[in-house]
């Protein structure tokens, strides 16, 4: 331990957590997403090898986790990072690298891609010295290792009491038969996306259809709430598909997880009913909140969510490792 209230790289201790019983260590720091730790932990989303502590004695300076969606599989993210706020600018590059690092040589493979850095942030960060200096000094040591900022969202949420819009009759709506019945509108919804994760599969070099299928079999087939809300908007008569809304329950909070028009029924105003459609199946579910996101320069959607009554509560932003390997440090 040191003598000093200075930390020192030489005597910092960065180790996993040793298991349920040091969870209250790893909370010294806080995160918003705090309170899902302890059910995480007992349904396998995080494992104690995956949540990293950097302690100066008994301080603790810094804290990491991966996340996945399903126990037993890999990492599917990098949702904690957390550096003591007391430490200097120059104290937070150091101890987050050396966190970072360590951790990251442990628990993921060598050449293997690194899991997207995923952190909610207040909608006025940069406009707040102490929040923007705090999270800077996190997304410097992200980009140290070869990080680059993919993108900034919007996170919105829809409120019981607020008013669902009745359909206008401009659209039917049948639930979706099966994987393929969805794949085939999710395909050319692809092709032309506003959305930097699905610009960023394509980039990748993925097709359209390929990105679909990833965007289905990792995130939609996940949900284990009813397929049964799940819904194909299609125009009165003539059948022809028009868009589709996935209304969801993921592992913490009911969600529109997914939604799109066709391009070529574009600029109708059809997302509107699209929308309205997937929010009152979860109204008529009594469900006490219903969240969405879109990346913030998608002026069109954050839009379309306004003019359905949501309402943005806070920003979320990711960043992502295009390159596998080690540290670009």
Known sequence: MTTSSEPSTTDLVVRPIAGPEELDLFLRLTYSLDHELADDLATGRRLPAWMWVALDGDRLLGRLSWWTHTAGVDPQALD????????????????????????TAAVIPAGASRPEFGRFIPADWRE????RSVLESLFSVLERTGARPLVERLRLEWRPGTAVPEPKGRLEFRPVRDREDLLALMTPVMEGTL???????????????????????????????????????????????????VPARNNYHHTI??????????????VDDVLAEGTRILAAAEVPRVRAATDLGNVPMA???????????????????????????
Do not use: C, K, M, Q
Request: aromatic content about 12%; cysteine-free; hydrophobic content about 40%.
């Open 128 to 131: 707040v010295p102490e929040t």
């Open 195 to 245: 959305d930097a994760h699905g610009r960023s599969d394509l980039a990748s070099g993925l097709s359209a259809r390929e990105a679909a299928e990833l965007h289905f079999d990792e995130e939609l087939a996940n949900y284990s709430s009813p397929r049964e809300w799940w819904r194909i908007a299609e125009l009165p008569g003539s059948g022809e598909p028009v868009g589709f809304v």
């Open 303 to 329: 839009a379309a969510f306004a003019r359905a009554g949501y309402v943005a509560f806070e920003h979320a932003i990711n960043y992502v490792w295009d390159a596998p390997g080690e540290s670009g440090s």
């Open 257 to 270: 997880a997914y939604i799109g028009v066709l391009p070529a029924h574009r600029g109708h105003g059809y």
């Open 80 to 103: 904690f990072f957390d550096l003591a706020p007391e430490l200097s600018a120059e104290e937070r590059a150091e101890v987050g690298l050396r966190l970072l690092e360590t951790a």
